[in-house]
């Protein structure tokens, strides 16, 4: 109820706060205190919303990470590496922007709507699945939204 209460109007911003707070309590065994969480989801809180970044810096910020430039993660490649990043860069573009996936799947190469629903949903099971790409997310979504 307390992050519910925090976080208004997003469930795409809900969801990612409660699965931080899981994550951060099952990695470090800790039990869900009032104040640990306000801690945690300070980044998510409504009160404080994240400045708006566009794709373009978005793809920027992630074939650096990468090691790539934008123009392999706009390209038809479908390299692992190449494949992976572009799926992280479309499924921040889905969270931090307001953009349609139309408009996404075009800036990504001229992909389709449902490429870009797989792409998302695909990142979205390896947050599941693997702590690790929960934390990079985290971290690259904070790192884009300063």
């Given amino acids: 109820m307390r992050i519910a209460q925090q976080i208004e109007g997003n469930i795409r911003l809900l969801e990612g706060a409660l699965m931080k707070v899981c994550a951060y309590?099952?990695?470090y065994s800790l039990?869900?205190?009032p104040q640990v969480?306000?801690?945690i989801i300070r980044d998510y809180?409504?009160?404080a919303q994240p400045s708006r970044v566009s794709i373009d810096e978005i793809a920027q910020y992630v074939a650096k990470h990468f090691d790539l430039s934008v123009?392999?993660?706009r390209s038809a490649r479908r390299s692992r590496r190449i494949?992976?990043?572009r799926q992280i860069a479309i499924y921040l573009a889905r969270e931090l922007t307001d953009h349609s996936l139309h408009s996404i799947g075009?800036?990504?190469g001229g992909r389709d709507h449902s490429t870009v629903i797989h792409s998302y949903r695909k990142v979205s099971e390896a947050i599941e699945k693997d702590a690790k790409m929960l934390w990079l997310l985290n971290s690259m979504k904070t790192a884009l939204s300063q």
């Fill in 25 to 27: 309590m099952s990695l």
């Fill in 31 to 33: 039990d869900p205190e």
């Fill in 37 to 39: 969480i306000d801690d």
């Fill in 45 to 47: 809180a409504t009160g």
């Fill in 71 to 73: 123009e392999q993660l």
């Fill in 83 to 85: 494949t992976d990043a």
């Fill in 106 to 108: 075009t800036f990504f």
